[in-house]
């Protein structure tokens, strides 16, 4: 596995800070968690127009 380092804006920061006390986790992972669902988001959206594109 490989690591990296991550610098956040202080507010955008505190809202991984919250998001992680409010799941009761360490903010490395919920930064991990929540690049991993916007990635998987990401790649669903562009294979769903890529779908429509193809019914045209």
């Known amino acids: ?3 990296y380092v991550v610098e ?3 507010e955008l920061s505190v809202i991984y ?3 992680a006390k ?3 986790k360490k903010v490395e ?3 991990a968690i929540i690049l991993e669902r ?3 988001t990401m790649i ?3 294979e769903t127009e ?3 594109k193809q019914d045209k």
């Open 1 to 3: 596995m490989k690591s």
């Open 8 to 10: 956040l804006t202080d």
């Open 17 to 19: 800070e919250d998001i």
């Open 22 to 24: 409010m799941n009761k």
């Open 29 to 31: 992972d919920c930064l």
């Open 38 to 40: 916007v990635i998987r």
């Open 44 to 46: 669903n959206k562009s």
């Open 50 to 52: 890529n779908n429509i």
